[in-house]
T-cell receptor, first 115, second 112 residues
Framework: NAGVTQTPKFQVLKTGQSMTLQCAQD?????MSWYRQDPGMGLRLIHY???????DQGEVPNGYNVSRSTTEDFPLRLLSAAPSQTSVYFC??????????????FGPGTRLTVT | SQQGEEDPQALSIQEGENATMNCSYK?????LQWYRQNSGRGLVHLIL?????REKHSGRLRVTLDTSKKSSSLLITASRAADTASYFC????????????FGSGTRLLVRP
């Protein structure tokens, strides 16, 4: 199993540009999520999904869109990039049951710089 | 707002010593998880402890949970240089158990 994969590894955008960060998992996990990590800080939840066709907002959703058309893929779209979105982005997936989430499997991250 | 907060923010110890990190949170939880992050890498899951458990072990790791004090601790015994990393606790958010909220982490340096 490849686990959780993210592309690209690095990206530089100009202010106002849009782009999509890709995330895929091959573990048949229902739960997937996106986090951003700023220097010296913990992770902040952007959006999450509990299954195909179901998404919801996390702590810092503004400026980002997500969709979940398949179990495997959970892309994150930046609508109009701003310097404040310079960060490292992590995708994660996990098994979930009822209303609880379990061990999160993280991708290697995408380092995004917005100039 | 952050649910879990780690203490201390940074910890430097000698190889072979024990390292203890603490996590406090604000509201009732289903479970609490600890993760490790090596510099520039993704997070790796260490231990999950459920709200009805008080202590859990995994190799050199020992996690305790005190729901009355809303706190947890992670103990790494006989530390090694390879344990140098940042350690984060994660808990359910106040408004949804589907939201996993991370603290700001403890940076552990183990000196050879």
């Amino acid at each position: 199993n490849a686990g959780v994969t993210q592309t690209p590894k690095f990206q530089v955008l100009k202010t106002g540009q849009s782009m999509t960060l890709q995330c895929a998992q091959d573990m048949n996990h229902e739960y997937m999520s996106w986090y951003r990590q700023d220097p010296g800080m913990g992770l902040r939840l952007i959006h999450y999904s509990v299954g195909a066709g179901i998404t919801d907002q996390g702590e810092v959703p503004n400026g980002y869109n997500v969709s979940r058309s398949t179990t495997e893929d959970f892309p994150l779209r930046l609508l109009s990039a701003a310097p404040s979105q310079t960060s490292v982005y992590f995708c994660a997936s996990s098994y979930s049951a009822g209303t609880s989430t379990y061990e999160q499997y993280f991708g290697p991250g995408t380092r995004l710089t917005v100039t | 707002s952050q649910q879990g907060e780690e203490d201390p923010q940074a910890l430097s110890i000698q190889e072979g010593e024990n390292a203890t990190m603490n996590c406090s949170y604000k509201t009732s939880i289903n479970n609490l998880q600890w993760y490790r992050q090596n510099s520039g890498r993704g997070l790796v899951h260490l231990i999950l402890i459920r709200s009805n458990e008080r202590e859990k072990h995994s190799g050199r790791l020992r996690v305790t949970l005190d729901t009355s004090k809303k706190s947890s601790s992670l103990l790494i015994t006989a530390s090694r240089a390879a344990d140098t990393a940042s350690y984060f606790c994660a808990t359910d958010a106040e408004d949804s158990s589907y939201k996993l909220i991370f603290g700001s982490g403890t940076r552990l340096l183990v000196r050879p």
